[in-house]
């Protein structure tokens, strides 16, 4: 796999990104327990760069995150701290004509009282194709592209099979003719040979229209396929980044070790010494002091961990927050 | 070889349907032997669930088991009255179900829950101490926290009283499988129980079942759509497709060298990390409409050997070797074709 | 991949072409859906006739409604002795045709049924859509006016609030929508906040859609149907509450004439001239279940919530 990445300068860019949701205590709650509105830190400081025509895999269990910074990317979500630059400037509403995403269900993410001409063609209008004329002609070699048939423009969502909306999915994202595509998640309802398509699909549009994707997904093997680099999230917080084959290779945090070891594989040499985590990922509202990933780590290194959150450092080529390594 | 513990002959499941009938599973035949871990393969909609629920003669009307025989321990679970079925299901056949949080009841505790269904099969009357010196409700809490110390629910004391929201996902599959085993059942069937949990929280559901499975020596099917789950965990699997078999034999033997073109074709469309491609080899097409299939091998529309013989031929498991199975007129008149030679 | 293709003023027309199609398979299936619910069609088929008969009341009877003549006071239907075919239901104490006027006071119900479900709609609906979908502060004060509203009865909270402003048809429609919003707003505002957490909204902003696009052309859409049969249902309770008012002097005034005021006008004849007051209350009874059985037949086929599958 090309490595894109060039120097020169990134095509987006987070710097120290954070997203907090409010969660309201209720007023019965404040007057008689003295409860007082939380805060589910679902993105806590995050930093990370996209260079033009790369992919970069965005892997984390549920709740760690990778989602909200996925939308807080595609501009759906307003950061609560931090900012995103796109080509070095901060960016603003507009920012849509540069980024688009593509969502996980395929069932939900289409309008189902809408056919496929209406669903293709209101991203065209937002592109500023007035012509009607172009803009079928526009909407149906669209169809064509993502492997759709002609006689499918006049359908509605539900005559589609998973597979096939995730396709109608991917048109409307490419309609707007973006440059940056943050996916999330878009082949892990599909069925495995269905999600096969998919991915080769997402992979001749890169090439085609010269895309640069965020590529958020929870199974490994996907974004080992897809991904040039990849950051590794635990609890709102990025644990580790690295090249992809030398992040596979070798993980330095115990969390991606933990991780890598707990998918399964179908060839036997792949197979990595089992680590059994303990318990689950900790609630984002009231995170561990220190090391989020302290509380079910099984190489901790000391009190430090407990207590104050490490530093970034590079080691090997990686980026990694973890004591064992400062 | 002993006499197995589970033996489906030739059993077929249909759905009616205003398109049609749809045969679900048509024609399975497996058998698990006492203390194996068999593995059910295969994308949504090819029928692997039904196997399941046919078992336990779940099948929700107006689907109905059409044919075959559903050996359990010798007698034939598809001749049972209900009650006697009743007796079973739950007992010395428990299921594990994809969704913990729509199985478990949200208003009892999950350590009642897990009481209620040792309860229901009257295992709890077993206490070794007449009833005024025992107490029967202690006895029956103290083999309820017992269970949920071993599915590795941690402080089963203080959880006890705990109701599954307040527990974590993986936690409530725990509580499920505690279900499950409270009346140390000898057939597990697991339908996707790791699906809709995290990796790491996999890893440890899985753990928990492999450790089952040991110490009670009970017969597990699993059900999973993840082949690599499928080779990890089971001595042997059967691949699903369109509600029948097309290969079945050892699991890792099958993955490392499978034969039936299906199964091929899901190995090498599924990203791998030890195999860097560029591309992955997508089988075409998607899974076919089961109402009103044409007879014949249903893979054929996606299948890169399919030629004009495969549409009449009816096609059946041909042994391998060493145990393996498929379903390909690759295999049939006992001639074995290598796939080179054949294309 | 080329740009040209074989499109052009013939895809358009095609394109019309295939939207009429849609338009009608969508129609031929309603229709053959209902056909599937006898009683709903029953309904539906009943609505339908009090509503022909609104509109083209004065081709179907030569009478006025208003102006009747003493000499022909309490004549009994036809079917009587002492009936007359000219007045085949009779005629009232002011000796007017009661045929024309239950025919005429269908169109005052089903003219007040009618504005007070319109006007319930666009006010509840656009209110429910916009706290619904905004939630904040507006939403807080909106929420909390509609329970307070709920609180009251509704046929106390009209007559409370006719007394107040007085007796008349425009009075009426207000006293009757001042709590008729409550149902859509609650209605709407639970199905937006529904709607909006469905990646389908996502993808529209992503686009760069506006919020006010987004609720009226992604979200709409998908709850006009349930607005619609809630408006059906609505409608028959409007028509009884207005004839209620009416019934007490406090809806439509005579010589107007409102099923409620004449039921009312024949309660001093009924025990010497039944049909006075019967007659007009069985037209109340007629068509008040007839447009709830259709709107729950409607219900059933266009509720996507109720679709099980």
Redesign the interface.
Known sequence: MSRRAANGAPLVEARDVKKHFPVPASLLGKLLAGQKDQLVKAVDGVSFKIWPGETVGLVGESGCGKTTLGRVLARLYEPTAGEILFRDWPVHSSFFRHTQIIFQNPYSSLNPRKTVRDIIGVALRQRGLRDPQEREAETLRLLRRVGLSERHVDAYPHQFSGGQRQRIGIARALAIQPQFVVADEPVSALDVSIQAQVINLLQELQEEFDLTYLFIAHDLSVIHHLSDRVVVMYLGHVMEEAETESLFANPLHPYTQALLAAIPVVDKEDRRERIILEGAVPSPIDPPSGCPFHTRCFAKKGPECEQEYPPEVQVQGHRVACWLYV | MAEPLLELRNLTTVFPMRRGAVNAVSGVNLRVQPGEILGIVG??GCGKSSVLLSILRLIRQPGHIAAGNIFFKGRDLRRLPQKKMRAIRGNEISMIFQDPLSTLNPVFPVGEQIREAMRLHGIANASPLPWPLAGRRSHEKQRVLDVMAEVGI?APEARYRAYPHEF????QQRALIAIALVCEPTLLLADEPTTAL???????I??VMRRVNREHGAGIILVT?????A???CDNIAVMYAGRIVERGPA?QV??NPQHPYTR???A??????R?????????G??PDLAGLPPGCAFIP?CSLARDACNSVDLRLRSLQANQYARCILYEDGVRYTVEEFS | MSVTSPTGAPAIAGRRQARLELWQRNARRFLAELGRQPIALLGGLVVLAFILAAVFAPYITAHDPELGSLRQRLIPPVWQQGGAAEFPLGTDGQGRDLLTRIIYGARISLLVGFLTVAISIIAGAGLGAVAGYYRGWLDTVLSRFADLLMAFPFLIFAIAMMAFIGPGFANLILALTFKGWVEFYRLVRGDIMSEKTREYVEAARALGRSHPTIIVAEILPNIVQSIFVVGTLRMGFFIVTEASLSFLGLGIQPPTPAWGSMVAAGRDVMLTHWWVATLPGLAIVLLVPALNIFGEGLRDILDPRLKVQ
């Open positions: 994308e949504s941690p974590s996902g993986g936690m995290d990796v790491t929280i996999q890893a440890q899985m753990e759509h993840n082949l690599g789950l080779a990890e965990f890792q993955v490392d074709g899901l190995l469309c599924l990203p791998q990390i030890s860097q491609r560029s591309r992955i080899d997508p089988i075409p998607e899974v996606r």
